[in-house]
Every structure is written in structure tokens, then in C-alpha cells.
């Protein structure tokens, strides 16, 4: 059987059992499972959209009872936990506010998990002293995904859909998909929604009238 097996929207599964690690990944993983022996108390992680960077800050905040804020958010944030994930910090449209949270953190001297979609240098900010803090962080790049990545991340988008999808269906996709991770999440849906408005199985032949 293929067929959703419950009547349940997508669920992100962020379990640190979950996360699967390939080459494309393995430094931002072992940094994560580092902490707290950390070389810096802050850590940039970047990379596309899809490319694990939210998984993997749930993981780091499990482990180390790291807070959640949005960099979109900042303006209104006052706290000053000893560990705190920001995510999509090129969205910090208060500068202001971002480099005065950083400078209570470092005081605190609290662990800090950015993420975002670019190296620093390409990052919008155009207050100096933000950058001069972003650029004492360790940044680490999530590279575009392997096949042995895009396997594994396919089966986890569909289990995360309530979805099991024959072995055959991920690797005839496999051989024919873009190498990306938005690419993944969209073929995903793409081929859910189909499924469902058709009413079929989600097998090869499927699959073929879509790509």
C-alpha cells in the first residue's frame, strides 16, 4: 500500500533520529553535536530553502534548551536566553534591534544558532556593527544534496505527508529530478496533490505523466 494512511496535513518530523546526514550535510551536523564545545558561542548556518536548516536547529535546541525567534520578529523580543536559535536572519528588517539582542547575548554569554540563505558577506545589512557580529560567527555552508540526500529526503517528505511510496517511485526520481532541496519539497507536492485529485496510487506510471 501507498495511500495516506491517516487523514492528517503535512507534519514535520524534527527528531534528531530523523535527520539524515549525507556528505552534502555532515559538517553542519557534527557542529550541532559538537556543542557546547563550540570554537565560538556562535554558529551561522545557511544554505538553500529546504536544506535542512530548521531541522537541524531543532535538534541543537533540544539538546542545549535553546529558545526560537524570527529574525522578522526581533523588534519585539526581549528576552536574553543562555541559548537561542534566530532563524532566516535576512529577514532582521530592525537592525537596530538584532545587534542590540546580539550584544545581550555575548554579554550573556548565552549560544547562538543563526540561520539564514547566504554567506555573510551577501547578507542585506547595511548597519556595520551587525555585520561585524555576524562575522565572528562560525559559519557553515549546507551544501546542494547528493543522491544517497535526495533519497533519504524524498521518503522523509512523503512519511512526513502520512505517505508510503514504493522503493521504485523515490528511485525513478532519483534519476530524473533537479539536484535541489526546493526541488524535493515541490516534486512532493506536486505529485500529492495529483495523487489525491485523481485518486490514485502514487506509483511509477504516476510519476511518469508528471515529470
Do not use: C
Not at 529558545?67 to 536566553?81: G, H, W
Not at 554569554?109 to 560567527?137: E, H, M, N, W
Amino acid at each position: 500500500m501507498n495511500q495516506r494512511t491517516l487523514p492528517f496535513n503535512k507534519q514535520e518530523d524534527y527528531s534528531s533520529a530523523s535527520y539524515i546526514v549525507s556528505e552534502s550535510n555532515q559538517d553542519a551536523h557534527t557542529l550541532i553535536r559538537r556543542w557546547p564545545h563550540w570554537e565560538a558561542p556562535m554558529v551561522y548556518l545557511y544554505g538553500e530553502y529546504g536544506s535542512g536548516k530548521t531541522h537541524l536547529a531543532h535538534v541543537w535546541a533540544e539538546k542545549a534548551g535553546a529558545e526560537f525567534v524570527a529574525a522578522s520578529a526581533l523588534s519585539d523580543y526581549k528576552a536574553t536566553p543562555k541559548a537561542l536559535v534566530i532563524e532566516d536572519i535576512e529577514n532582521a528588517a530592525d537592525e537596530e534591534a538584532f545587534f542590540h539582542l546580539l550584544n545581550r547575548l555575548k554579554e550573556n554569554q548565552s549560544s547562538v544558532l543563526l540561520t539564514g540563505i547566504a554567506p555573510v558577506k551577501d547578507l542585506p545589512f547595511k548597519v556595520a556593527d551587525v555585520r561585524s557580529r555576524l562575522s565572528a560567527a562560525v559559519s557553515v555552508f549546507l551544501d546542494l544534496p547528493d543522491d544517497a540526500l535526495i533519497e533519504g529526503l524524498l521518503f522523509k517528505q512523503f512519511a512526513d505527508r502520512q505517505l508510503r511510496v514504493p522503493a521504485e517511485v523515490i528511485e525513478y526520481l532519483v534519476r530524473r529530478m533537479d539536484r535541489s532541496y526546493a526541488s524535493v519539497i515541490r516534486i512532493v507536492e506536486v505529485i500529492d496533490s495529483m495523487s489525491a485529485e485523481q485518486r490514485r496510487n502514487i506509483t511509477v506510471p504516476l510519476v511518469r505523466e508528471l515529470l
